[in-house]
């Protein structure tokens, strides 16, 4: 499953290097369905009221009957997408393609390109049974959850051996494409835009955990974090989650699946899910954003291939922090704002579960580090910090360079997927 890139970005990324779950959406407010904010229009809560998802297991024929989204027929999403033209497609993975389509903003009806409203079609290859458990998966859940921070599901088409669904979409692409990437379209997110984009990561995360959904996400990542036209962040691909445990249970048994570099230690080992092993995948994902590295990235010297391991000593010295820092940030955060940042991050990490926060503790650190005085840049420390980055980005270059005459330059792999 996944999200969905923008026209612009696909030139730039091969697609035998993409996993289905690297496409991009858009933020569209198509109906009042669109997102559940407060009284006053903002979007500062994690606790958004929305039905709780029905145990399981149920039927397919009980899950899209009582989904809150739209049924269209193949017929309309092909008209839509101008019978999927491939200039239409957005992306390509293991899921299948997804086009870029327009409809009706009240009545979903095909329109003209130009007209209407801006959609993402997923169309399911129709090879594989995994393929359409998570096609339900995503109606299941994004069907009857709503939140400002979960992508908008507008509907889905279930024809003959069609599988389809329909997203908003949303226009900045992913997270991981604006930390990764570079070009002109990708120019590097500021200190108080990560910050930013965090928390908002951490309330979809923390509303995915309360009682009014008690849904572990299990795939929490840069590529399912989708970003709308105003930076907003929102949880994309839900083709991995699961209920959480209910009653005196404490943890969900099931097959291992994610991706490599993000899983939860203890789920690798016992294939028992919680909440907090969402927590780790979201402190993988906070420690991708402070330092502009990639979980798993086998292009860099030896001993820097998996972030987590290669960041823990930095992590734990105040005065070290500095040397996983993004170089391409310079002055803009404070030492200590960093340092906070960076603590919550080892929390988030900690080898045992039962020492992990929760993710609405998460979120209210994330919201006092936004608070603090000292949390953004600050004129007394940019000089020292703008040195220290220079340095760190000398030695990164060295570093570079003696890999490079090791061993010759390969392409970035692809996300790896745990299928046990």
């Not at 998802?53 to 039927?59: A, D, K």
């Not at 908008?152 to 226009?171: A, H, N, S, T, W």
């Not at 990639?294 to 823990?312: F, I, M, Q, S, Y």
């Amino acid at each position: 499953m996944g999200n969905c890139w923008g026209a612009q970005v696909k030139a730039e990324s091969p697609s035998n290097n993409v996993s289905a779950s690297d496409i991009m959406f858009g933020c569209l407010g198509v109906n009042s369905k669109c997102s559940s904010r407060d009284g006053k229009g903002s979007v500062s809560s994690s606790r958004v009221s929305a039905a709780s998802v029905p145990p399981t297991p149920r039927s397919e024929g009980e899950i899209l009957q009582s989904s809150n989204v739209k049924s269209f027929t193949f017929n309309e999403l092909r008209n839509a997408t101008r019978n999927f033209r491939p200039d239409s497609v957005l992306g390509e993975g293991g899921f299948g393609s997804v086009f870029k389509g327009w409809i009706d903003e009240h009545t979903f009806a095909a329109t003209k390109p130009g007209t209407g409203i801006v959609i993402a079609v997923k169309k399911l290859n129709q090879e594989g049974f995994q393929g359409h458990r998570e096609w339900l998966a995503e109606v299941n859940y994004l069907g009857q959850l709503a939140h400002p921070n979960l992508v908008k599901l507008i509907g889905y088409c279930v024809e003959d051996e069609q599988r389809l669904l329909v997203y908003e979409f949303m226009p900045r692409g992913s997270l991981e494409n604006h930390l990764f990437r570079r070009g002109s379209h990708f120019q590097p997110l500021s200190w108080n835009l990560r910050m930013r984009l965090a928390l908002g990561a951490a309330k979809g995360l923390a509303f995915l955990h309360s009682d009014n959904a008690k849904v572990i996400y299990r795939d929490f990542k840069t590529s399912n974090v989708l970003l709308d036209s105003n930076y907003n962040a929102k949880l994309s691909d839900f083709g991995l989650a699961k209920d959480g445990p209910t009653g005196d249970k404490s943890h969900v048994s099931t097959r291992i699946m994610g991706t490599y570099g993000y899983a939860a230690p203890e789920y690798l080992a016992t294939g028992h899910l919680t909440a907090k092993s969402d927590v780790y995948s979201f402190g993988v994902v906070l420690l991708e954003m402070l330092s502009g590295r990639r979980a798993v990235d086998k292009n860099r010297p030896p001993g820097e291939h998996n972030l987590v391991e290669w960041a823990r000593p930095y992590l734990a010295s105040k005065r070290k922090i500095f040397r996983i820092l993004d170089t391409r940030l310079g002055g803009q955060y404070s030492l200590g704002g960093a340092q906070k940042a960076a603590g919550i991050a080892v929390q988030c990490l900690s080898a045992e579960a039962k020492y992990r926060p929760n993710m609405d503790e998460v979120v209210s650190a994330l919201e006092q580090l936004q608070d603090a005085k000292d949390a953004g840049k600050n004129p007394q420390t940019e000089r020292k910090l703008s040195s220290q980055s220079s340095n760190a980005q000398r030695h990164h270059r060295r570093s570079s360079e003696e890999a490079g005459n090791r061993k010759g330059a390969y392409p970035r792999p692809s996300a790896s997927p745990l299928y046990a």
